[in-house]
């Protein structure tokens, strides 16, 4: 299979970059696995409610006491949308946050708003530079 492209939404990536670095290193395994059509041990359908459909997925690690989330969606093709990373705060159960689900879907709602943007430019003939900049920004 071919490498989907990697797409951030929102401050996804900045606050993926304050995890610690072995979850870093644990949830760009999975994205990596993602990219590639496949699915890492430490990742579960999200499915609450209006998540339900979205092709959204989570990675969920633990960490000195700690647990930390990152959130994908498959469903827009070729191309993996990183919607939110983050460390649960809630002490209660293991359920995502209110705050954090609203949050999760309105990026959604977002990534299909760029994938429409990047759908309208041809991958053969190069990505226009506010494209490269704005959505990709560690392209060269």
Known sequence: MEEKQLVWVGSSKKDLLEFPDNVIDVVGYALDCAQFGEKHLDV?????????????????????????????????KERIYVLHSF?????????????????????????KKIHEELDKVAPKKGFAARYLGKYFPDAK
């Open 44 to 76: 579960k359908p999200l499915t609450n409610g209006k998540l339900q459909g979205k092709g959204i997925f989570e990675v969920v690690e633990n960490y000195d006491g700690d647990t930390y989330r990152a959130v994908y969606t498959v469903k827009l």
């Open 87 to 111: 460390k649960k705060k809630s002490k209660k159960g293991i359920a995502t946050p209110h705050a954090d689900i609203e949050l999760i879907n309105n990026r959604y709602r977002e990534a």
